[in-house]
Nanobody, 126 residues
Framework: VQLQASGGGFVQAGGSLRLSCEAS????????VGWFRQAPGKEREFVAA????????DYSDSVKGRFYISRDNAKNTVYLQMNSLKPEDTAVYYC????????????????????WGQGTQVTVSS
Protein backbone atom coordinates (compact mmCIF):
# COMPACT_ATOMS: atom_id res chain seq x y z
CA VAL A 1 0.00 0.00 0.00
CA GLN A 2 1.21 3.51 -0.77
CA LEU A 3 0.50 6.41 1.56
CA GLN A 4 0.45 10.09 0.66
CA ALA A 5 0.37 12.61 3.50
CA SER A 6 -0.66 16.20 2.84
CA GLY A 7 -2.11 19.28 4.49
CA GLY A 8 0.86 20.56 6.43
CA GLY A 9 1.79 24.20 6.50
CA PHE A 10 2.59 27.24 8.55
CA VAL A 11 0.11 28.42 11.19
CA GLN A 12 0.11 30.70 14.20
CA ALA A 13 -0.32 29.35 17.70
CA GLY A 14 -3.97 28.67 18.43
CA GLY A 15 -4.73 27.92 14.81
CA SER A 16 -5.87 24.72 13.12
CA LEU A 17 -4.75 22.44 10.33
CA ARG A 18 -6.15 19.25 8.87
CA LEU A 19 -3.77 16.61 7.61
CA SER A 20 -4.81 13.94 5.16
CA CYS A 21 -3.32 10.52 4.50
CA GLU A 22 -4.53 8.96 1.27
CA ALA A 23 -3.87 5.30 0.61
CA SER A 24 -3.76 3.40 -2.64
CA UNK A 25 -3.38 -0.22 -3.57
CA UNK A 26 -5.26 -1.81 -0.70
CA UNK A 27 -8.58 -2.69 0.88
CA UNK A 28 -8.26 0.25 3.18
CA UNK A 29 -10.75 -0.83 5.83
CA UNK A 30 -8.40 -3.70 6.70
CA UNK A 31 -5.65 -1.28 7.68
CA UNK A 32 -5.06 0.32 11.05
CA VAL A 33 -3.59 3.79 10.57
CA GLY A 34 -1.53 6.02 12.81
CA TRP A 35 0.02 9.45 12.79
CA PHE A 36 3.48 10.07 14.17
CA ARG A 37 5.65 13.18 14.28
CA GLN A 38 9.30 14.03 14.49
CA ALA A 39 10.58 17.39 15.66
CA PRO A 40 14.12 18.57 14.91
CA GLY A 41 16.62 16.79 17.13
CA LYS A 42 14.00 14.50 18.62
CA GLU A 43 12.85 10.97 18.03
CA ARG A 44 9.68 10.21 16.16
CA GLU A 45 6.72 9.92 18.50
CA PHE A 46 3.17 8.63 18.43
CA VAL A 47 0.37 11.17 17.91
CA ALA A 48 -2.89 9.36 17.14
CA ALA A 49 -4.21 6.10 15.76
CA UNK A 50 -7.44 4.71 14.38
CA UNK A 51 -8.73 1.22 13.74
CA UNK A 52 -9.68 -0.01 10.30
CA UNK A 53 -13.37 0.40 10.99
CA UNK A 54 -12.85 3.82 12.52
CA UNK A 55 -14.61 2.71 15.68
CA UNK A 56 -11.58 2.91 17.94
CA UNK A 57 -9.06 5.71 18.35
CA ASP A 58 -6.16 6.55 20.64
CA TYR A 59 -4.12 9.68 21.26
CA SER A 60 -0.93 10.71 22.96
CA ASP A 61 -1.45 12.72 26.13
CA SER A 62 0.17 15.76 24.51
CA VAL A 63 -2.54 16.08 21.86
CA LYS A 64 -5.58 14.62 23.59
CA GLY A 65 -8.49 17.03 23.43
CA ARG A 66 -6.88 19.09 20.66
CA PHE A 67 -6.33 16.60 17.82
CA TYR A 68 -8.93 14.31 16.30
CA ILE A 69 -8.33 11.39 13.97
CA SER A 70 -10.99 10.11 11.60
CA ARG A 71 -11.24 8.15 8.39
CA ASP A 72 -13.36 7.81 5.28
CA ASN A 73 -12.82 4.33 3.92
CA ALA A 74 -14.80 5.11 0.80
CA LYS A 75 -12.13 7.71 -0.02
CA ASN A 76 -9.21 5.63 1.32
CA THR A 77 -8.27 8.59 3.49
CA VAL A 78 -7.46 9.21 7.15
CA TYR A 79 -7.60 12.71 8.57
CA LEU A 80 -5.91 14.38 11.51
CA GLN A 81 -7.72 17.52 12.61
CA MET A 82 -5.34 19.61 14.68
CA ASN A 83 -6.81 22.42 16.77
CA SER A 84 -5.33 24.83 19.31
CA LEU A 85 -1.90 24.29 17.83
CA LYS A 86 1.15 25.09 19.93
CA PRO A 87 4.73 25.82 18.88
CA GLU A 88 5.72 22.45 20.36
CA ASP A 89 3.52 20.77 17.76
CA THR A 90 6.02 21.82 15.10
CA ALA A 91 7.30 18.67 13.41
CA VAL A 92 7.19 16.54 10.32
CA TYR A 93 4.05 14.45 10.54
CA TYR A 94 3.98 10.94 9.12
CA CYS A 95 1.10 8.58 8.56
CA UNK A 96 1.56 4.84 8.75
CA UNK A 97 -0.58 1.79 8.04
CA UNK A 98 -0.65 -1.86 8.98
CA UNK A 99 -2.86 -4.69 7.78
CA UNK A 100 -5.00 -6.21 10.47
CA UNK A 101 -7.64 -8.85 9.85
CA UNK A 102 -9.71 -7.52 12.72
CA UNK A 103 -10.96 -4.02 12.03
CA UNK A 104 -11.04 -2.92 15.67
CA UNK A 105 -7.27 -2.94 16.26
CA UNK A 106 -5.51 0.30 17.23
CA UNK A 107 -1.70 0.45 17.05
CA UNK A 108 0.27 3.02 19.03
CA UNK A 109 3.87 1.91 18.46
CA UNK A 110 5.98 2.51 15.38
CA UNK A 111 7.05 -1.10 15.20
CA UNK A 112 3.48 -2.19 14.58
CA UNK A 113 3.34 -0.43 11.22
CA UNK A 114 4.54 -1.73 7.88
CA UNK A 115 3.89 1.17 5.54
CA TRP A 116 4.85 4.81 5.91
CA GLY A 117 4.06 7.98 4.03
CA GLN A 118 6.62 10.61 3.12
CA GLY A 119 5.75 13.14 5.83
CA THR A 120 4.31 16.64 5.79
CA GLN A 121 5.79 19.61 7.62
CA VAL A 122 3.75 21.45 10.25
CA THR A 123 5.19 24.68 11.62
CA VAL A 124 3.48 26.57 14.43
CA SER A 125 4.70 30.06 15.26
CA SER A 126 4.34 31.66 18.66
Amino acid sequence: VQLQASGGGFVQAGGSLRLSCEASGATFRRYAVGWFRQAPGKEREFVAAISGSGGRTDYSDSVKGRFYISRDNAKNTVYLQMNSLKPEDTAVYYCAAAYRLHSNVVLTTQGGYDYWGQGTQVTVSS
